[in-house]
């Protein structure tokens, strides 16, 4: 993957967001929380021998296989939850608060994310 296509798809996220109403401030801070899931369960996955990251009720598969309010729900949930964390885990997600206001769109940088895999 060349170094123009890692940069493209954060902004492919942008757009899905656009019509939300985020800022960019905004919209770089669901991505980073979002990425950071991502990263923890891609991360879990190559090191399964490892403690994970992320608790299991908290981690990005306690996201992707749900849509619509449950998901809204669920992502509230991971964002606030984890900010309860002691140590670092805390401190990045500390006061973290979901400002996708449509399940939809969450639904959409999920799937999108699917796709943003080592091998692309």
């Known amino acids: 993957m060349t170094p123009s296509a890692v940069v493209q798809k954060p902004w492919d996220c942008c757009n899905i967001l656009r019509d939300d109403g985020l800022s960019y401030g905004d919209y770089l801070e669901q991505l980073t929380f979002l990425l950071f899931l991502k990263m923890a ?36 949930s991971v964002l606030t939850e984890l900010g309860r964390e002691p140590g670092l885990l805390g401190t990045i997600f500390r006061k973290a608060q979901n400002k996708i ?16 895999r080592p091998a692309d």
């Open 101 to 116: 206001q449509d399940p939809a769109k969450l639904k959409r940088l999920e799937h999108f994310s699917r796709r943003c």
């Open 41 to 76: 369960d891609e991360r879990r996955i190559m090191f399964s021998a490892q403690k994970a990251l992320i608790p299991k009720d908290l981690d990005w598969q306690s996201l992707e296989r749900l849509d619509g309010e449950p998901l809204d729900a669920q992502y509230k």
